[in-house]
């Protein structure tokens, strides 16, 4: 499992080293990870401060190219270097900003990968109920095909729009991923799609080149830090 995490972050400066209860966030995100207990845990930092503080807690962590485009490329660039044999076929990119996040929930990121053999990736998603959500564009739709009784179903299409049309269940993505390592490994040298750019949606890189992503589908929504008030209601949850 790799976790990324940027000091740098536009909304909340610093906020990987934001106390939380008297511990900076990236100390409760390695804790959950490590709960998880799908494999080892490594950091993957683009900051020197963040790798001196997990590896104060006993943690592995890796220094990357600050300037990365995204998570997985931080990802890929972690696991390239702790794992050069290739010894790991699976890789779970945790975001670092999910300090109270149920390590059931990251457990969960790698059942769509066990059931189908053609997935390459696996993510989360919700079910929205509240249609102020459904047509929100900063909240991300997945057109998921989801057999009656089942929980986990394939990934056509992401966008910001309402998407399927017409009545049903709708859902929310929840951005976490986990591949496959040979997967992630070709996501990072793609280029960028023409949906992709369209949509300002990353995972739609994959689907354009055809790679199959399969989504399970949970109850609660993890509870990422993006802002102050963010910061304070995480504070107030750990706290309980």
């Given at each position: 499992?790799?976790?990324?995490?940027?000091?740098?972050?536009?909304?909340?400066?610093?906020?990987?080293?934001?106390?939380?209860?008297?511990?900076?966030?990236?100390?409760?995100v390695w804790h959950r990870a490590i709960e998880a207990d799908v494999g080892p845990v490594v950091v993957a930092c683009g900051d020197q401060q963040i790798v001196d503080v997990v590896r104060d807690l006993?943690?592995?962590?890796?220094?990357?190219?600050a300037a990365l485009p995204t998570g997985s490329?931080?990802?890929?660039?972690?696991?390239?270097?702790?794992?050069?044999?290739?010894?790991?076929?699976?890789?779970?990119?945790?975001?670092?900003?999910?300090?109270?996040?149920?390590?059931?929930?990251?457990r969960t990121t790698l059942t769509p990968l066990a059931r189908e053999a053609d997935c390459a990736i696996a993510t989360l998603a919700t079910e929205i109920d509240d249609p102020l959500e459904l047509h929100a564009?900063?909240?991300?739709?997945?057109?998921?095909?989801?057999?009656?009784?089942?929980?986990?179903?394939?990934?056509?299409?992401?966008?910001r729009a309402a998407i399927p049309a017409g009545t049903g269940k709708h859902y929310h993505h929840i951005g976490m991923y986990t591949y496959r390592r040979e997967a992630l490994a070709r996501y990072v040298h793609l280029p960028r799609g023409i949906l992709e750019q369209l949509?300002?949606?990353?995972?739609l890189r994959a689907i354009e080149a055809g790679m199959r992503i399969d989504a399970a589908v949970i109850q609660t929504e993890p509870f990422g830090v993006d802002t102050l008030a963010d910061l304070e209601r995480a504070r107030t949850l750990l706290d309980q």
């Open positions: 499992m790799v976790h990324r995490l940027r000091y740098s972050s536009t909304r909340l400066p610093g906020k990987a080293l934001a106390d939380i209860n008297g511990k900076p966030m990236i100390a409760h006993g943690g592995e962590a890796i220094l990357t190219e490329d931080r990802a890929f660039a972690a696991a390239s270097l702790v794992d050069t044999e290739g010894k790991y076929d699976v890789i779970v990119v945790f975001q670092g900003d999910l300090p109270t996040i149920d390590p059931a929930t990251v564009p900063q909240v991300v739709k997945i057109a998921l095909a989801v057999h009656p009784g089942e929980t986990i179903g394939r990934a056509v299409y992401f966008s949509e300002s949606l990353e995972q």
